[in-house]
């Protein structure tokens, strides 16, 4: 099978996914329903349109997003192990955003993701401070992100502690969950989503050719400073506003661009829309099988990611011992 018909397959797995997420939840309703809902709306139709449709497109959005964000990151970082929340970046966005949730409830929702981007450049550039210091492997990489994101995660767990009122909201949101969102949230990851899709295209084969080396790249007229501020902007950006659309659904980021590569090989122009067609697929059956396990009761989709995702990154962690 050719990579263009591998990522066409992938394009009807994911609408596939995404429609059957529609059947999953406590309201059982009949297919042929669903589909007269899914073209007219009244009063009925409230479970699909107001409900079930927005969070399938948020999921598509958010998984797209952090698939995205992580191909950019290991690619620029040349680092198997980087991912936006093992590097720190979702943590921040995190922080960032339960302080608004916590210290400041009433505020409009439209403030959240550029609080959350504020979040995620500030994680970014701790880490960059620390490893620039440091010199560090890939495997001391990932570590430096791990303690930079319990840093971060303590500051979280202070702020409610310190603020009980308002544990209840800024749990549900930690968790990694879709759960009460609905089309307001829409604009702001779609917005980021489409402006920094076309970037991520423009730097696909720059990326590979930063994977020659500095020198390499920099005779073959690419400046590499260049790219990775924009790859690392745009990847920061990307993990953040998801982050303040859905919490912290871990290691998306991690999971899809390994498996983009497993199935395409290490050629960006296919890595980039396949990590983000990924990323989506994970979040949108996360999503589902959340809804779906035990109706009426919901478990967080950031849960189900986890218990996929830590054994994978251990495996990691043992494989690229060495670098």
Same mark, same amino acid.
């Given at each position: 099978?050719?990579?263009?018909?591998?990522?066409?397959?992938?394009?009807?797995?994911?609408?596939?996914?995404?429609?059957?997420?529609?059947? /999953?939840?406590?309201?059982?309703?009949?297919?042929?329903?669903?589909?007269?809902?899914?073209?007219?709306?009244?009063?009925?139709?409230?479970?699909?349109?107001?409900?079930?449709?927005?969070?399938?497109?948020?999921?598509?959005?958010?998984?797209?997003?952090?698939?995205?964000?992580?191909?950019?990151?290991?690619?620029?970082?040349?680092?198997?192990?980087?991912?936006?929340?093992?590097?720190?970046?979702?943590?921040?966005?995190?922080?960032?955003?339960?302080?608004?949730?916590?210290?400041?409830?009433?505020?409009?929702?439209?403030?959240?993701?550029?609080?959350?981007?504020?979040?995620?450049?500030?994680?970014?550039?701790?880490? =960059?401070?620390?490893?620039?210091?440091?010199?560090?492997?890939?495997?001391?990489?990932?570590?430096?992100?791990?303690?930079?994101?319990?840093?971060?995660?303590?500051?979280?767990?202070?702020?409610?502690?310190?603020?009980?009122?308002?544990?209840?909201?800024?749990?549900?949101?930690?968790?990694?969950?879709?759960?009460?969102?609905?089309?307001?949230?829409?604009?702001?990851?779609?917005?980021?989503?489409?402006?920094?899709?076309?970037?991520?295209?423009?730097?696909?084969?720059?990326?590979?050719?930063?994977?020659?080396?500095?020198?390499? /790249?920099?005779?073959?007229?690419?400046?590499?400073?260049?790219?990775?501020?924009?790859?690392?902007?745009? =990847?920061?950006?990307?993990?953040?506003?998801?982050?303040?659309?859905?919490?912290?659904?871990?290691?998306?980021?991690?999971?899809?661009?390994?498996?983009?590569?497993?199935?395409?090989?290490?050629?960006?122009?296919?890595?980039?829309?396949?990590?983000?067609?990924?990323?989506?697929?994970?979040?949108?059956? =996360?999503?589902?099988?959340?809804?779906?396990?035990?109706?009426?009761?919901?478990?967080? /989709?950031?849960?189900?990611?986890?218990?996929?995702? =830590?054994?994978?990154?251990?495996?990691?962690?043992?494989?690229?011992?060495?670098?």
């Amino acid at each position: 099978m050719s990579l263009t018909a591998k990522l066409m397959a992938l394009l009807t797995l994911l609408m596939v996914s995404s429609f059957a997420t529609l059947f /999953a939840g406590a309201a059982q309703i009949p297919f042929g329903q669903v589909i007269d809902h899914l073209f007219a709306f009244s009063n009925t139709d409230f479970v699909i349109h107001q409900y079930r449709l927005p969070r399938m497109v948020l999921a598509i959005g958010v998984g797209a997003g952090l698939g995205l964000s992580g191909v950019l990151v290991q690619g620029v970082i040349r680092n198997p192990l980087a991912s936006p929340d093992l590097m720190g970046i979702s943590a921040g966005a995190g922080l960032a955003a339960t302080t608004c949730l916590v210290l400041f409830p009433n505020a409009p929702v439209s403030l959240l993701p550029f609080v959350a981007m504020f979040g995620g450049l500030f994680a970014a550039g701790l880490i =960059a401070v620390l490893a620039y210091w440091s010199k560090p492997t890939a495997a001391r990489l990932a570590l430096i992100g791990i303690a930079v994101s319990a840093f971060l995660a303590s500051g979280i767990d202070f702020l409610l502690i310190v603020n009980p009122v308002e544990i209840n909201t800024a749990m549900v949101w930690l968790t990694g969950s879709l759960w009460g969102r609905n089309w307001q949230q829409v604009p702001y990851i779609w917005f980021i989503l489409l402006l920094l899709l076309p970037l991520a295209f423009w730097l696909a084969w720059r990326l590979d050719v930063m994977g020659l080396g500095d020198e390499s /790249a920099t005779t073959l007229g690419v400046a590499p400073k260049k790219i990775q501020i924009w790859a690392l902007i745009a =990847a920061v950006l990307l993990a953040s506003v998801s982050v303040s659309v859905a919490g912290t659904i871990s290691f998306v980021g991690l999971l899809a661009p390994h498996l983009a590569r497993l199935l395409f090989g290490h050629n960006h122009k296919f890595l980039v829309p396949s990590a983000a067609i990924l990323g989506a697929l994970l979040v949108v059956c =996360a999503d589902g099988l959340a809804r779906g396990i035990q109706p009426p009761i919901e478990l967080p /989709a950031g849960v189900l990611t986890s218990v996929i995702g =830590a054994p994978y990154f251990i495996f990691l962690l043992y494989r690229y011992r060495g670098w």
